[in-house]
């Protein structure tokens, strides 16, 4: 199953207001893939060509107004790793300018005596890896900065961030030198070549903080491409920062860095710069940056570096979605809750007081005090396009809900586990030579399978001797109405011990009403020696199987060679399912 969840709703009752939040942990998360150009940036933010914002993708609000800051005008946005990505260019006849994203300071992107996690994809067109000093015109990349913006000279409260000078990458603080930066001692040097080779391929970075309250500092590591980065300088791969280094009031820049005495002094994610004494224009991409209130694990950092998850998914679960409608009816004190339903899923509202007491997967169902809260809060049928849920409205002064999405499970459209009899299921074909081989029903003995999968009962090619040669068998089940299917899946439990690459067993399906004509092989040479017990199959059925009445076959054939003698094909507990409605 792999469930996915309505944004969280925090209900604040004493103020009577009900307030949409995002995973708790996700606190800020911007994919870049839509550019709402507006025009109109708020001071404090980027002003020039093309000012808008991108979207908080964790639905805290936090929009990340960008402009591109040069005379090309161009817009912020190009294609990116996945989607589109936030886009910079420093033309040569634009002096280390080039597009910039600030995200106004709020108390969620500000991490106070507690673990984070920051994760972005990035790429530069060019690295100037040969390069040496800080000197503008040689190759430089700011990727972020967490940072209130000083003055020329000004000594102030102290911020951080990350970025990129010729061959080594910096995590830095701020202060009055170095365009208000200076590296925290942390420095990666890449091996000779290997930045070079990196050069216009997108690189994932992961950036972790662990809080030490004792003595009040964070242990931090940096993850490129989801591995942990070995320090120079014998600090392996954790350093330590001071935690009011990174419990600052600034806002966060992302692809650049600037100051408050004007735009004149601003980095970019990526120069314009020179090579061999040519110039060349400085392009970067971002993709993906995010922020988490907790530590991601290593095998969750690496999940986002591989690309098996997103900032959405890497904590468990499919993307979120939204609530359409809360309402609270002050007459009678109920809540009602809607949201996008599906057909074949099912919902559950979940539902808990304090957040960081467990993940949101491991929220007790919702217990609103009446009888049979699991009844009525759990397995929740859907009524497409969208469900509705009343409650009453909880005496709690803070609670939060999530709803749970996952399928609903499939139909069961036909089912034997053969403890009934041999029913309706029908044996034939050739037998082969003496001492002869069928299908038989009942429990096997001396050879084969310790007991049937289940129960006492199953069909195999002789229950108490091995099979013989040049047999040619098949055991038919009773026809399966799969006239209304969408879809099916067969599944059964089989045990096979099949001399391999000479004998086989199959699986075909016959049309029930056409003179058992054949349908399609689903499965063929099914064989193997050795066999260390019952082991389950299952396969969709192909279009050719719906819309009809079926008959599974399942045909076991033997060569003319018997040795070595080996027990069979012995199949239990038969079931045929269709998706849910």
Known sequence: MNPRYVH????????????????????????FDEYNETGDNPPGTPQGNHEGWFEDL???GHKAYAADLTNANLVPLAPGRTGNAFYSKSPTSDAQRGAMAVVQHTDLINFDAEDFTISFWEKVAFRDVAGSGWAPGRGRTQWFMKAPHLPAGAVGEEGYGLNLTQNHFDFLTNNTDN????????????????????????THWAITGTFNAGSDDYTMAI??????????????????????????????????????DGWAHQRFISWNMS????????????????????????????SLADGSADPLTVLG?????????????????????????????????RSETDPSSTTSIDWPIFDDGLPDPELRFQNIGATPPTNTLTIPLPPETIRLFVVEEFPAPPVTVFT????????????????????????EFGSPTVVGPASANSGANCFGTNLSADYANLSD????????????????????????????GFDFGEVRLLDADAALAELTVLEMTIDGNNPTGWEPFSKALPAAALGKNVVLEFRFDSDDISEPTQAGWYIDDVVVTTPAP
Not at 9 to 28: K, M
Not at 279 to 290: S, T, Y
Not at 321 to 328: A, G, M, Q, S, Y
């Open 223 to 260: 993850y490129l491409n989801g591995v942990a980065v070995d320090w120079n300088g014998a600090t392996g791969t954790t350093f330590t920062v001071p935690a009011d280094t990174i419990d600052n009031d600034g806002d966060l820049t992302l692809g650049g860095f600037f100051r408050n």
């Open 179 to 202: 365009f208000g930066q200076t590296s925290l001692g942390a420095r990666f040097t890449y091996p000779p070549g290997s930045q070079a080779d990196d050069s216009a391929q997108w």
């Open 473 to 500: 068998l098949w055991l038919r089940s009773p026809p399966i109405d799969l006239t209304a299917a969408a879809g099916a899946t067969l599944n059964f439990s089989h045990y096979v011990d099949i001399e391999e």
């Open 275 to 302: 090579s061999g004494g040519a110039a060349i224009d400085g392009e970067g991409w971002m993709d993906d940056f995010a922020m988490w209130s907790v530590l991601l694990t290593e095998d969750q950092i690496g």
């Open 317 to 349: 679960g499919a993307p979120p979605f939204d609530f359409n409608e809360v309402t609270l009816d002050a007459e009678t004190g109920n809540l009602s809750l809607s949201w996008d339903s599906q057909d074949g899923k099912l919902y559950n509202l």
């Open 8 to 31: 969280f709703l925090a209900l604040l009752t004493a103020a009577t207001t009900i307030n949409c939040a995002a995973q708790a942990s996700l606190v800020a998360y911007w994919s």
């Open 416 to 439: 034997d586990n053969f403890e009934n009899g041999q029913g309706d299921w029908t044996t034939g074909g050739d037998d082969g030579s003496n001492p002869f081989t069928n299908w």
């Open 58 to 60: 964790s639905g805290n």
